[in-house]
């Protein structure tokens, strides 16, 4: 069945190989056989007619959250706010006219985004939740629920839930952009470029032991690692170091890659792993310039980056794919990378020390 591990010795490295799998199941869920996006009329109208999205996360699902802002505000023209559940709650934004929300969580139980909604609900407001869960306390409670059809999670470090929900906000976002007859939404062949993606993803993923002798290489030792990149690499960043510190326990930290020199590029020493994530074309050389600057303080260097904006001594290369999308696929090497640092440290990949994989508590 879905949910038994099969051949695979840990349950995230069997999530990791299905994201291939998730990114069709998507397709087929929310677009029609031209490519049109099939989602609600309802959701579609109720947040055009909003001046401002508030998307509510924690943990991964907050971090797919900013890749999602960037979607969002490409393609329908409305400002999108990113909030963590457990700040929200107690310290509640100053709201527009008219607020829409958007819950994003794996299991649809995550207490610290609950009592948000709760507070939302008696204030009347207009709410809809991204999750994998049918039928989920934030799915029930919330006008509204998009599903994401990633299949069970069973791993406590979420992968498919991550890719999963950037995908579906895809949709959604192609959906209002496509209604509000906007000229970047409606160009946008999203259900292509997602078949892409998940080839995209396949070849990565058919290159994991590679990527396990480059772990060997970077991290095996290190008590640290920093992820840096600029926009939505510096989204995937965030991601990509939780991911790591979760499992493998090594201080992984994101940062935008501009701002380490203000302060964080202390700690730098040498042999200190630096892992850039460049692909995105604007700020490609900006990051490049980052990297140099660590590296002349000791760090061992380590770069994954899209093929037309790669170079010889990079690392990790990516097949080339739609620019508003790349976060689906720079993220993989980095949960692979985290998978194998963890292999390689002896830990138990898919029950890490303190964590669970839903916190029902605030
Ligand atoms: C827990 C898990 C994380 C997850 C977070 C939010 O802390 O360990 O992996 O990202 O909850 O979960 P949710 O189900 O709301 O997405």
Known sequence: SDIEKGTYPYYMLKEIDEQPTVMRRIIQEYTDAIGDTMIDEKIVKKIIASDRIYVVACGTSYNAGWVGKALLEKMTNIPV?????????????????????????????????????????????????????????????????????????????????????????????????????????????????LSVIAAVMETIIDEKMSISQLVEEYLSTTRNAFYIGRGVDYFVSMEASLKLKEISYIQAEGFAAGELKHGTIALIEEGTPVLGVITDRKTAAHTRGNLKEVESRGAHNFVISLGSLSKETDQLIIPDVHPLLTPLVSIIPTQLIAYFATLQRGYDVDKPRNLAKSVTVE
């Open 81 to 193: 706010e990113v909030h963590l559940s457990s700040e929200f709650g107690y310290n509640m934004p100053l709201l527009s006219e008219k607020p829409f929300f958007i819950f994003l969580s794996q299991s649809g139980e995550t207490a610290d985004s609950r009592q948000v909604l709760v507070q939302l609900n008696e204030l009347g407001l207009p709410s809809l939740t991204l999750t994998n869960v049918a039928g989920s306390t934030l799915s029930r409670e919330a006008d509204y629920t998009l599903l994401l059809h990633a299949g069970p999670e069973i791993a406590v470090a979420s992968t498919k839930a991550y890719t999963a929900q950037i995908a579906v906000l895809a949709v959604l976002a192609k959906a209002v952009g496509d209604s509000k007859k906007n000229q970047s939404s409606l160009k946008f062949d999203l259900a292509h470029e």
